[in-house]
């Protein structure tokens, strides 16, 4: 069973904070992403990796960059953090050997007040 | 530019009520369409991959079904725990290998 866990369910920063989120999948998937989720505006890609120390820009960068150390582990980094922010983070993960479907971690719900 | 558009977007319906949820597509040269589930609060849960037109795929009281433009979530008999978000999302050549196009979902409730 594949499992994407997020290191938090919920958290609360102020305005200018550096902020990590970390990712980590135990299915030896090569690919992994970062979403963000805003009520009417669907998923949209921040970044994502097809391997280790690789990273490309998705839809929205500017504001996040991430990090790619270990296949199983993907950080995104929001280098000072801003109101507009505010939302729910996606981490998924997808192989081609398994057709790409993507798993998703739980989310982690940031408030930048 | 690829596309998808979900409709309607907010659905209800009483138990035991079937319908269907519909996801329109533009993609040239599809790889893939997804469907997901969605509870408030948590991230999506895949529910079926769907790869060319005619293609069907069931689980339990759901079934997706896809044309060359659409493809549409039947839900036979719903009951209350079927209440969530359904996402449909694709991929295809002009978004990218590793990209998939997501739509903003249909919101399902079931009364009991």
């Known amino acids: 069973d594949v499992k994407v866990t997020q290191s938090s369910r919920y958290l609360v920063k102020r305005t200018g904070e550096k902020v990590f989120l970390e990712c980590v999948q135990d299915?030896?998937?090569?690919?992994m992403f970062w979403y963000r989720q805003d009520p009417g505006l669907g998923l949209r890609l921040i970044y994502f990796?097809?391997?280790?120390?690789?990273?490309e820009k998705g839809d929205i960068p500017e504001g996040y960059s991430v990090s790619r150390e270990k296949k199983e582990r993907f950080s995104l980094i929001l280098e000072s953090a801003s109101t507009n922010q505010t939302s729910m983070y996606l981490c998924a993960s997808s192989s081609r050997r398994s057709s790409y479907e993507q798993y998703f971690g739980p989310g982690t719900r940031l408030t930048v007040t | 530019e690829d596309q998808v558009t979900q409709s309607p977007e907010a659905l209800r319906l009483q138990e035991g009520e079937s319908s269907s949820l519909n996801c329109s597509y533009t993609v040239s040269g599809l790889r893939g369409l997804f469907w997901y589930r969605q509870d408030p609060g948590k991230g999506p849960e895949f529910l079926f991959t769907?790869?060319?037109a005619g293609e069907e795929k069931e689980k339990e009281r759901l079934k997706a079904t896809l044309t060359k433009k659409e493809s549409f979530l039947h839900i036979t008999a719903p009951k209350p725990e079927d209440s969530a978000t359904y996402l449909c999302a694709v991929r295809g050549p002009t978004s990218g290998t590793y990209k998939y196009i997501f739509g903003t979902g249909t919101r399902l409730k079931v009364l009991a």
């Open positions: 299915m030896d998937h090569e690919n």
């Open positions: 990796s097809y391997d280790v120390k690789m990273k």
């Open positions: 769907l790869y060319s």
